[in-house]
């Protein structure tokens, strides 16, 4: 026992396993000898028992206490944790800040040009982005640089993501952070240098990072200090027959 | 009356076994609803015992946030949900004074805040009677200054050495008093069990 003890009154009970049990379900342990309690509780079933016997006879004693109703932001916190471990177990809720730091990665890695391999980029939820080449695009060399061009978006910070691998086809359009205002999208223009028609390279998906199909003459005028203009349409793009609305940003190619 | 009464808390007890199931399977769906059916009885007694509405919070908030995480704990053929989510926030409630940054306890009752008469009837719903009555007839068999030792150190989660202090008693004279009482406690607790 320990020295504190100076007043032992005779009939003290004997204090072994089972009488600590009692205490620490109660709650009386502090210091070394909850530490001792709780290493047993985590070793040695018997004792493990024991406790939750107590618990599971004492608990009812709780019904005694007025309930209170905690505040709101109580489950609002609660929620916001769950989700956030969900979404970074496949769920649906979509982390921006986590996925622009992926993205960002991703860029820097596209941009160690000769690592590039023609790929596809699925970008899931949590699980980072997954490089899987396709069957019939057997990986190689780059044979020419990709083409990087960034888009800043007025002084909002953000800005928009080109990558542009020449053996693929397709320009990587990231517009991560970017949201939809549910009446506008936003169109991609490129300027060629001939001096020729607007060419278009796809409505931005916002929040997204998607793979654009260019077409052949597209293609053709893809090329170093190339420019690109943003433009704001109606949903789904600038309709046939009507000129390109305003232009809201711009930017231009670089070869890595 | 009585008959519907006890049919909705069976029915309400039931519901908060299968959803503590549900959340064990990895339903995070279910613990809303766990959440909804349980948080004034489980603020009420981290309040009780911490004594400060943001420790209370904060506590209640480590409460539902481990339940999620460790849902398996959970074992429905053994205890009633509702008492093993009770012992499960006086723990953590408990843990937190013992870590020495809040000294909680004794909360005056006008500042329990005890809610109005709107109060959610799940709560009262989900009390086992029976196994209710077996602790307090068995505490009811003890001295009163032992029960009220026993029954403060539940509430207000104090200590051996607290309980002395507020007492004026040698520290060993309190835990003698007390592992006495938990001894009898013990014996007519298994007594009531073995009928």
Redesign the interface.
Known sequence: MSG??????R???E?DD??MA??HA?????GEE?LAARGKEASDPAYAARK?W??????????????????P???A???A??NSR?DSQGGEVVDLQSRLRRWQWTAAATSAAAAVLLAVMVFAPGTGPTVSPTPDETPMLAAADPLVAQVPIGDTGLRLDLTYMPESEKLLVGAIGLTADGVHDHELWLVPEDGGELQSLGVVTPGEVRAHSLDEDVIRNMGDGVQILLSREPLGGKPDGVDAGPVVAEGAFTQV | MADTNSDQATIAREQLRANMVRLADGD?AA??KI?NAT???L???C??ILGDRKE??DA??DV??NL?QRADRYDPTR??PI??L??FA??RA?DRL?TGKVRGGAVPVEE????PDE??LA?SLL??AE??A???TCLGTLDSKTSDN??S???D?????E?AERAEV????M??W???G??K??TC?EASEAT
């Open positions: 504190e003890e100076t007043m032992p009154e009939d003290m009970p204090r089972a009488m009692a205490e109660l709650g009386l342990l502090e909850l939750a107590w618990e599971a006879h004492i608990s009812p004693l709780s019904d005694e206490v007025a309930g209170m109703e905690p505040s932001e109580v489950w916190a609660i929620n944790h769950v969900a | 995070s613990l809303e959440y948080r004034v009885k603020f009420g007694i309040f009780r209370a919070e209640l908030q539902y946030i999620w205890a009633s008492s093993w009770s012992t006086r723990n408990v013992r329990a805040n005890p809610l109060a959610p709560d009390v086992d196994q209710s077996q602790v307090h026993i029954r150190a539940f509430f989660g104090y200590t051996y050495a309980l040698p520290l060993g004279t835990k003698s007390i592992r006495r938990l001894q406690l013990r607790l």
